[in-house]
């Protein structure tokens, strides 16, 4: 996700369009997540002179498959952000916000694909009531129902009742 800022540095343009798809890189922390499963990303912006700076403004937006942390149903998740940024030619000492390049290019891919871990939810459901599986026999308890709740035995009574069946 490179791209070439001379024309804009140079004065000869006022702006430079983005528009790519951003594909993940394999060892990506996203490519191995267990909670998502990816798609490449559509980026649309524009990166725009501000005085002795540059403002980067995008969009991004995928539709990707999550997977519900309680009962692993599959269902669409829909990913989309906004960023906007300043971009700098001088680093910082402080932390902000700012996109630094160094040279007359600037690269992209970290600046996206930390917004999308930022903004990512850390649990996700199918819904907020998810019943989950059932922990004996997995069952999906939206959809199903399990007898296993029934058939627990308090472990103080377990040894009553062989008591009388060992009788
Ligand atoms: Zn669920
Ligand atoms: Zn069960």
Redesign the pocket.
């Known amino acids: 996700m490179k791209y070439d800022l001379t024309q804009l540095i140079s004065q000869k343009v006022n702006e430079v369009e983005i528009d790519s798809i951003l594909e993940f890189t394999k060892d990506d922390d996203l490519s191995k997540s267990e909670s998502f499963k990816i798609a490449p990303v559509m980026v649309a912006g524009v990166v725009k002179r501000n005085g002795e700076n540059f403002s980067l403004t995008l969009n991004y937006r995928s539709k990707w498959t999550y997977y519900c942390n309680r009962c692993l149903d599959e269902l669409e998740y829909e990913l989309e952000g906004e960023i906007v940024r300043s971009i700098v030619k001088e680093r910082n000492d402080a932390e902000d916000d700012n996109v630094y390049v160094e040279s007359a290019v600037i690269d992209l891919y970290d600046v996206i694909y930390n917004d999308i871990v930022l903004n990512l939810p850390s649990q996700v459901l199918c819904d907020e009531n998810c019943k989950g599986l059932?922990?004996?026999?997995?069952?999906n308890?939206n959809t199903s129902e399990?007898?296993?709740?029934d058939e627990k035995i308090d472990p103080r009574f377990a040894k009553l009742k062989n008591l009388f069946t060992h009788d």
């Open positions: 059932c922990p004996d026999c997995g069952a308890l399990c007898t296993c709740e």
